[in-house]
């Protein structure tokens, strides 16, 4: 099984290249000296991307931030200026932002490629073998018991249609974070009187550098924090 990655984490990459390191593929060896093992086998020169340093990155990483707040103050004086009730208002800032959330991190996906860790390739191998029938085994070849099931087998579900783990991660984790943005501004919404406290709060959480970078690996962190703010969400219309 060959998956196309980016590779981040100390145990798999390359060091002084910054947050994305190279890129190559991931092969599931089973020899003698390495059996059930992954191991990375670099792209040939030819078909190399071209790398970009740290810096690079950093820097348009910050230019479409900045373009981003931009287009999101234009937007805010025009909606402002139409004959929308605050409650609207607010409303549409929330689906706007999480919609945007949704775009941002498909958009920096698809330029620097997903972000892996050694427990994506926990993840992504207990996804392969249970596509293949053989149970949760984790990349190292040994049965997946240091963490929940519940992640491999949303990555495994759609894997009879064809489609990688990592592209089904990359866009469970951007609608998670479209749906953690809009459950936030729906938190806040049900809990502030002030409109533009809810969208000052719900801009927040969309610009959160934290909740960004998770949401770029295959991790099931995106997933767990959509889970956790709809619960406190419908706990606190329950109460």
């Known amino acids: 099984m060959k998956i196309p990655l980016i590779l981040t984490g100390k145990d798999c990459c390359e060091e002084g290249v910054g947050h994305v390191k190279r890129t190559g593929t991931l092969v599931k060896s089973y020899g003698n000296s390495l059996p059930g093992q992954w191991q990375f086998s670099p792209l040939p020169p030819s078909r ?8 690079d990155i950093r820097h348009e990483f910050r230019s479409m931030m900045v373009t981003l707040n931009k287009y999101i103050i234009l937007l805010g004086r025009h ?3 139409m004959n929308f009730r605050g409650r609207e208002l607010t409303q549409l800032a929330i689906a706007i932002s999480s919609l945007t959330g949704v775009l941002l991190v498909i958009v920096i996906t698809a330029l620097y490629g997903v972000a892996v860790s050694p427990d994506s390739l926990a993840y992504l191998s207990a ?6 029938g053989d149970g949760f085994i984790n990349s190292g070849g040994g049965l997946y018991i240091n963490w929940p099931p519940l992640f491999p087998m949303v990555l495994a579900a759609p894997g009879s249609l064809g489609i990688d783990g990592v592209t089904v991660a990359r866009f469970i984790n951007a609608f998670a974070f479209g749906g953690i943005v809009f459950g936030a501004g729906q938190l806040f919404r049900a809990q502030l009187r002030s409109n533009l406290l809810v969208i000052v709060g719900t801009v927040s959480i969309l610009l959160s550098p934290v909740l960004l970078r998770i949401s770029i690996k295959v991790w099931s962190e995106p997933l767990f924090t959509l889970f956790a ?3 406190v969400y419908f706990l606190v219309r329950f109460i």
């Open 127 to 132: 996804a392969k073998s249970l596509l293949e």
């Open 229 to 231: 703010v709809l619960f």
């Open 48 to 55: 190399r991307p071209d790398r970009k340093g740290a810096d």
């Open 79 to 81: 909606f402002l200026t």
